[in-house]
């Protein structure tokens, strides 16, 4: 999607608004506004401590603003509980990979998909007949989200016995199996190979493309950031410093400061 056809007055699916956030006497943000529409991939980059998982974290209901507003569909967000994010189409990975170990591939990514199910636990219990309808559909999506990642092989393992690549695409096939409308994706390249990189890029891509889903990456590589994000929103020490199309920020002498320092420094 390029960003003529963005412009054409169409209407942000997320609008962040003017969002600090203050931990004590520490600003984590200062005043960040950005908006991201449909079927964008949006890069957040920044250095260490420039407020990317502190917004991230507010995006999935983890921190809570100290003002400003964060809008999904015209809607604010803010009302709602961590637990309660997923109902709205918002699903993320997190930059430590956060799975259930003791419990297999297939268990792992059944759990995203469920957070879209209306069960209760005395459905459940008596097996009533919605509720195995239920469970044959959410079968069927997990095996076709695992076979979308390359992830059959290893349905019935273990997590914690998989290599930390493998652990990342899981969490990502749980993010998906909850069809988001967006898709938080923070530091998805950590701990990667180049190859891997390489690989994941064009996976985000697909993702994107074929699933319909809009992307917010956060990321430490340039080379992916700039090589599959639309636009781009610079962060450093809690403030906005650039945005625009990769190309745009890369020239950016704000940008290119922040992460090279000055020559009179």
């Known amino acids: 999607m390029t960003q003529a056809q963005l412009a054409q007055g169409t209407s942000p699916l997320l609008a962040v608004r003017d969002v600090s956030v203050v931990f004590g006497g520490i600003v984590a943000l200062n005043g960040v506004s950005f908006d991201m529409h449909k079927g964008q991939i949006l890069g957040l980059i920044g250095p260490n401590g420039a ?141 990667l190979n180049h190859e891997e990189v390489y690989v994941l890029g064009a996976l985000i891509r697909r993702i994107r493309d074929e699933r319909h889903m809009t992307v917010l990456l956060v990321e430490h590589h340039m080379g992916l950031v700039m090589s599959i994000a639309d636009h781009v929103v610079a962060l450093n020490f809690g403030k906005k410093l650039a945005e625009g199309t990769p190309a745009q920020v890369q020239a950016d002498p704000d940008v290119i400061k922040a992460y090279l320092g000055s020559k009179d420094q």
């Open 51 to 191: 407020g990317k998982t502190t917004l991230f974290n507010c995006l999935s209901r983890l921190y809570q603003p100290s003002s400003g507003d964060i809008l999904m569909d015209g809607v604010s967000i803010l009302s709602r509980p961590p637990h309660r994010i997923a109902e709205i189409g918002i699903g993320r990975t997190f930059q430590n990979v956060a799975l259930f170990p003791n419990l297999s591939v297939m268990d792992n990514v059944r759990v995203g998909a469920h957070s879209k199910t209306s069960s209760d636990i005395i459905s459940d219990s008596l097996r009533l007949a919605w509720v195995r309808r239920s469970e044959t559909g959410i079968n069927k999506k997990v095996h076709e989200i695992l076979a979308y990642l390359g992830l059959e092989d290893v349905a019935h393992t273990v997590v914690s016995g998989l290599p930390f690549g493998t652990q990342k695409r899981v969490e990502l096939a749980r993010a998906l199996a909850a069809d988001p409308k967006i898709l938080l994706l923070d530091e998805p390249a950590g701990g």
